[in-house]
């Protein structure tokens, strides 16, 4: 006999207060009817927290030159109306991030966008994640991916963050009353803070990346 965490997809099962339960009252319970319910209640406490973090309609005037593959070359403090030309730069957020159900193995973070570059050229995005806001450092996790697809062309960036999650503290709401009694009880989650880049090679010139439909989701680790 095989014994196994989860199958890894729902298994359906008859309605329990139907004449098809395989789960009445007083009638006798397989082996196998109790790994499908563990299957299904381990599966859907991995996918419980499983989201969408951030999702931007992306740009078509993407101009700032970047010729080297490097967090440390990007211009994040750049003006977007700067006159050498503009890069494409996403404050993404800070996100809860849980872990992947009862694996304590924290989720995959990705990126999947569309990207273009102009001809003869490269195009790249940077996504990078920190343990709170502010500016990119080599201190903080990052993936890179690049294109020299003319057309817009899927991309996509896999990020393990576990070493780079901060703390958010948390306390419940404990009603209206002035002055507020302290909560009774606080605690912590983990957070991430992510931030986008995108650039293209080239130099100074009026050609331009473009990039679209830029989606960060959280994925199985």
Not at 25 to 31: I, R, V
């Amino acid at each position: 006999m095989t014994s196994i965490t989860t199958a890894g997809r729902w298994i359906d099962l008859p309605t329990a207060t139907g004449a098809a339960s395989l789960l009445g009252q007083d009638d006798p319970l397989s082996s196998g009817v109790v790994q499908i319910v563990a299957s299904n209640a381990t599966l859907a406490a991995r996918e419980n927290s499983m989201r969408t973090l951030y999702e931007h309609p992306g740009s078509d005037n993407v101009q700032a030159s970047l010729d080297w593959d490097s967090i440390y070359g990007f211009p994040w403090d750049r003006d977007p109306a700067d006159a050498a030309g503009a890069p494409l730069i996403l404050f993404a957020g800070v996100h809860r991030v849980r872990k992947y159900g009862e694996t304590g193995q924290y989720p995959t973070l990705v990126l999947r966008a569309r990207l273009a570059a102009p001809a003869t050229y490269t195009a790249g995005i940077i996504l990078v994640a920190r343990r709170d806001m502010g500016r990119p450092t080599s201190a903080d996790a990052q993936g890179h991916v690049t294109t020299t697809a003319t057309t817009l062309t899927t991309v996509s960036i896999s990020l393990n963050v576990s070493r780079v999650l901060g703390e958010r503290a948390i306390a419940p709401r404990i009603g209206s009353a002035i002055p507020a009694p302290p909560p009774p009880e606080v605690g912590a989650e983990s957070v991430v803070a992510l931030y986008v880049g995108v650039y293209r090679t080239g130099g100074v010139g009026a050609w331009k990346a473009n990039v679209a439909g830029i989606t960060i989701y959280q994925a199985a680790p």
